[in-house]
């Protein structure tokens, strides 16, 4: 009898252990895309002719697909480091590719490409670049911007101002940050001419309250006959950056002009936006995580959490058995950065004998 309780007990025991590793064998499988850079809705094209190679014309969409990426992930002064890219790199960085869409219109090949890049790699990639990548956070962010003719001090917030009509007319699809732009209230307008004087130490934050965004960005473009200057109070995750930026010998009214000047505009804030969600991958915490084996539902969730965070490099099993589950990390971060990120995610962690213990 008691060796048919032991056979009993560690059959359990076995069963318990099968059991826990095809979970996490199916966990893992099913969240391994969440460890990746997926770029979607890249159009490829080619004329459709006796030489045509479809895998040529993919080639182009991989490499499309690569400067988004690059251009979503890294400020535009790092960007000026990676040159000459070559598409066997590329490729070597690339887990898989979907062609969706394809046609043919008046002898043209017409597709929509999506690729998915291995995050480590393109990670790797930019670190032995010495690039610092940026988390591709996208962002709302509340937009002012105010148009003052110098000659005669007229201030311009809805009306006659360009920048409020056509600021979101250009867009790239690789852009961090959507703008809003406030609504027409002529009592900001009126509030804005009484301090036409005292307008770049304006306290904005009246008007900025009646907007449920928390980040916003105050433009103050002055127009001096055929030369243009801006001041942007830039508050980003709750740092205040102030940048001016001068345009000698262009006119807004011309369109290429105009188009400069935003484009110009909207690369300085997606660079102070990236710079204030870097990843310093030179930063490699190593963290250990203990949490109760049998709580089945709690281990599902950390490992969806470990594998959302941009800032986790790495994560494994340490070891397990019947009672615990050790997870070891590593973090590009600090710990109080970590423990942050932990706690918005509603996962609470407590310090026992030099190990962080899940709750």
């Known amino acids: 009898m008691q060796i048919i309780n032991k056979f009993y007990k560690l059959l359990n025991v076995y069963i318990y252990f099968i059991s826990f590793s095809l979970l996490i064998v199916f966990f893992s499988t099913t969240y391994s895309n969440a460890n990746a850079f997926r770029v979607s809705k890249i159009e490829i094209s ?9 895998n040529n014309v993919i080639d182009k969409g991989f490499q499309t697909s690569f400067s988004d990426l690059i251009s979503m992930i890294t400020t535009s002064g790092n ?7 070559s598409i066997k790199e590329i490729k070597g960085m690339i887990d898989s590719f979907t062609i969706s869409d394809e046609k ?7 597709a929509n490409l999506e690729t998915t890049f291995n995050k480590k790699k393109i990670l790797k990639f930019l670190e032995n670049k010495n690039i610092f990548p940026s988390i591709p956070q996208r962002n709302k ?3 002012f911007p105010i148009l003052i003719e110098t000659k005669n001090n007229n201030i311009y917030l809805f009306n006659n101002n360009i920048f409020y009509d056509k600021w979101n007319e250009q867009k790239n699809s690789y852009d961090l940050l959507d703008y809003l732009l406030p609504s027409e209230d002529i009592e900001d307008l009126i509030e804005l001419q009484k301090i036409s004087k005292d307008i770049e130490t304006y306290d904005f934050s009246n008007l900025i309250n009646k907007y449920d965004i928390r980040d916003n960005i105050i433009l103050i ?15 980003l995750n709750n740092s205040l950056k102030i940048q001016n930026k001068n345009y000698p010998k262009l006119d807004i009214l011309n369109n290429n002009d105009f188009s400069n000047i935003v484009e110009n505009l909207k690369q300085l804030y997606e660079d102070q936006w990236k710079k204030n969600n ?17 709580k089945t539902k709690k281990i599902i969730e950390l ?9 986790v490099s790495d994560f494994s099993i340490l070891n397990f058995n019947s009672e615990i589950i050790q997870y070891k990390i590593t973090y590009n971060g600090t ?3 970590f423990l942050n990120d932990m706690k918005e995610k509603n996962l609470e962690l407590e310090m026992k004998n030099n190990m962080w213990i899940l709750k």
Do not use: A, G, H, M
């Open 221 to 235: 473009i002055y127009k001096e006959s055929n030369r243009i200057r801006t001041l942007s109070k830039i508050n």
């Open 303 to 311: 490992e969806q959490v470990l594998y959302s965070l941009d800032l």
């Open 141 to 143: 962010v509340l937009l």
């Open 79 to 85: 960007r000026k480091k990676i040159k000459n890219v």
């Open 278 to 294: 870097e990843i310093n991958t030179s930063i490699k915490l190593p963290i250990t995580i203990s949490i109760n084996s049998k």
């Open 104 to 110: 043919f219109i008046n002898n043209e090949y017409f």
């Open 46 to 54: 080619s004329p459709f002719e006796l030489n045509f190679e479809k």
């Open 335 to 337: 710990p109080n950065i």
